[in-house]
């Protein structure tokens, strides 16, 4: 069965920076688009960057454009999103997704907090 399972979130300065990974399982990661998504206190999930299955074109929401990078790795079928210059509006849960078979995947999300 598909499973995302996210790391690498925590508490973090404004101005730092964190990688979070995203370990899939379950499907040939290497012929599937991926995105992350964040959900911050009383607001909607929003995306936040996507890549394409080969890596070679990826999106991203204007708030993360020129900080944020999405990448992946297929021989360690690992999704990354490296934040750099946080911002206290960064701190969401961040979610790792998928579609697969018609349906959406999500991982448990990992925590991000940008606080001085």
């Known amino acids: 069965q598909v499973q995302l399972v996210e790391s690498g979130g925590g508490l973090v300065q404004p101005g730092g920076s964190l990688r979070l990974s995203c370990a899939a399982s379950?499907?040939?990661?290497?012929?599937?688009?991926m995105s992350w998504y964040r959900q911050a206190p009383g607001k909607e999930r929003e995306l936040v960057a996507a890549i394409t299955s080969a890596g070679g074109t990826s999106n991203y929401a204007d708030s993360v454009k020129g900080r944020f990078t999405i990448s992946r790795d297929k021989a360690k079928n690992t999704v990354y999103l490296q934040m750099n210059a946080m911002k206290p509006e960064d701190t969401a849960i961040y979610y790792c997704?998928?579609?697969?078979?018609?349906?959406?995947?999500w991982g448990q999300g990992t925590q991000v907090t940008v606080s001085s």
């Open positions: 997704h998928v579609i697969y078979g018609f349906q959406d995947y």
């Open positions: 379950g499907f040939t990661f290497s012929t599937y688009l």
